[in-house]
């Protein structure tokens, strides 16, 4: 074939280019990958050495789901268009309940079951998603996207101040109180004690104020992290205004590192070459509830892919048709499957990396291809997840902010081309859908009464949310057929 008629997104470029731009690529998603690793294996409590372990596992198989993205495998996979794969953000809120209720090895058993389950039910409801744009104008996409940033700012405002539980929470148990618990727990197993034994799961109350919370040189770091990100954005250009975030990320670490507040041991331990490998908490449980609620949002990443396939389609000149799409959403509920498998999460196109692709003009698919190379072999360097995983959370929550803000921002400027003027329903679609949103995160008991059951379904503000806003659009304004709204809203979209 002449070379001339090859088309834009399917040209090969020579090899040096395509690494310079595959890497690009690469530096814009890195921030935003290894975020949902620190803050799962964080909420599960798992050592620093399993949490190196989850963001390894993550960059391998975001690298693995670009390949099958970009190049296409078999007739059932891959959209063929230059798209970056990553984790999505929307799954973080239930995952993080459900690390919460069960810590450690059982936890991730659980979420990497519902991962799993939810990967396969995206790979088979696929075609019929691909259907379901109508269901999701902007005003609904640009709430729950609204709701995901502001349930993800908790977190990153946790990591500026110290955690709500653990050594840097706001209070700690006196060690006064402990020791006579501890000594009357003793007494009370010894032959003869007159101490009856202690009541199951009796606990004392936090009550001594933690001098580790909301440490002032913490608090430096975290606003040195903010300010680097702000100035590296106001000045300076192109592709280095893009990777402020991954640079205000590094500028905290450095200075954290000579101020004493990293700790390098485990990155000298960390091999430099290690495979990554299935299952490595064992084997995965299968929650039928957790499996839905996971599903469920899936939906919602899948027609938020789906808006972003279109919007790649005009940018590139090609045409999206209806197989493309289901080929490019079935790819998303693979690679999720194969992220459940190898200890990781579900994955969707990152939208960042949409932008860069309008931003550069460059509009080949080898360009991902690349990216996703680079992306397995950052997968296979322990020392590389070592050292991120050793990064300070006050570093982290510098740019948290920014980036769970920007996810936030990006659903208003969504819900900015929505009609409110002349369509009185809109306002209540997004306002009653933001204040269930909320429920979750304001009252986080007000499930105490309710069947234990339907906890895991109800528990993430981003799931109730979702539903509402579907629900109320839908009694509201009934189900239109309106692609290129959200096409629109999809350009509009440059955060996760």
């Excluded at 310079?20 to 949902?36: D, I, N, R």
């Excluded at 104008?137 to 110290?162: D, E, K, Y």
């Excluded at 939906?299 to 080929?327: H, P």
Aim: proline content about 6%; hydrophobic content about 55%.
């Amino acid at each position: 074939m002449d070379a001339t008629s090859v088309h834009p997104v399917d040209e090969r470029l020579p090899g040096g280019k395509l690494a310079a731009l595959g890497l690009q690529h690469v530096l814009v998603m890195y921030a935003g990958a290894v975020a949902v690793p620190l803050i799962v294996g964080r909420a599960l409590k798992l050592s620093p050495e399993q949490v190196a372990m989850l963001i390894s596992a993550d960059l391998f198989c975001c690298g693995l789901v670009t390949l099958i993205q970009s190049l296409g495998a078999t007739q059932w996979f891959g959209i063929k268009l230059p798209v970056m794969m990553g984790v999505t953000f929307a799954s973080v809120a239930p995952m993080v309940a459900m690390a919460n209720a069960n810590p450690g090895t059982a936890g991730a058993q659980l979420i990497f079951g519902s991962i799993i389950g939810a990967g396969a039910v995206a790979v088979l409801i696929a075609p019929i998603v691909s259907r379901m744009l109508r269901f999701f104008p902007p005003v609904v996409t640009g709430t729950i996207i609204a709701v995901i940033g502001i349930s993800l700012m908790r977190i990153g405002i946790n990591w500026i101040f110290g955690n709500p539980v653990g050594p840097t929470a706001p209070s700690v148990v006196s060690p006064e109180h402990a020791k006579w618990l501890a000594d009357a727990a003793a007494a009370a197993t010894s032959p003869g004690s007159p101490l009856p034994p202690l009541p199951r799961g009796l606990t004392l109350a936090a009550t001594v104020p933690n001098p580790k919370y909301a440490d002032p040189s913490g608090l430096g770091i975290a606003a040195l992290v903010l300010a680097s990100i702000l100035l590296i954005t106001r000045f300076a250009k192109g592709f280095v205004a893009n990777i402020s975030v991954l640079l205000g990320i590094v500028i905290g670490a450095v200075v954290a590192g000579a101020m004493g507040l990293m700790n390098f041991d485990k990155v000298a331990k960390a091999d430099w070459f290690g495979l990554v490998l299935p299952l490595q908490f064992g084997t995965p449980i299968f929650d039928p509830v957790l499996i839905l609620t996971m599903s469920l949002i899936m939906v919602v990443v899948m027609i938020e892919s789906t808006g972003m396939f279109l919007a790649l389609g005009e940018m590139t000149g090609k045409t999206v048709s209806q197989a493309d799409l289901s080929r490019g959403l079935r790819t998303d509920g693979l690679g999720t499957l194969i992220g459940g498998f190898f200890n990781t999460f579900p994955y969707t196109s990152f939208s960042q990396n949409v932008g860069l692709v309008a931003l550069t003009g460059v509009r080949s698919r080898y360009v991902c291809v690349a990216g996703g190379l680079i992306l397995i072999v950052l997968g296979l360097l322990p020392k590389m997840a070592a050292l991120v995983e050793s990064v300070p959370t006050v570093v982290l929550g510098g740019a948290g902010v920014v980036m769970f803000g920007m996810v936030a921002a990006t659903g208003i400027r969504i819900l900015a081309g929505v009609n409110f003027r002349t369509n009185r329903f809109n306002g209540l679609i997004v306002a009653i859908s933001i204040g269930i949103g909320m429920i979750p995160l304001v009252a986080p008991n007000f499930k105490q009464w309710m069947p234990h059951n339907i906890h895991p379904l109800i528990e993430s503000g981003i799931l109730l949310a979702s539903i509402s806003a579907v629900l109320l659009n839908l009694f509201f304004n009934g189900a239109r057929e309106d692609d290129s709204a959200a096409v629109a809203a999809a350009k509009l979209a440059d955060a996760h």
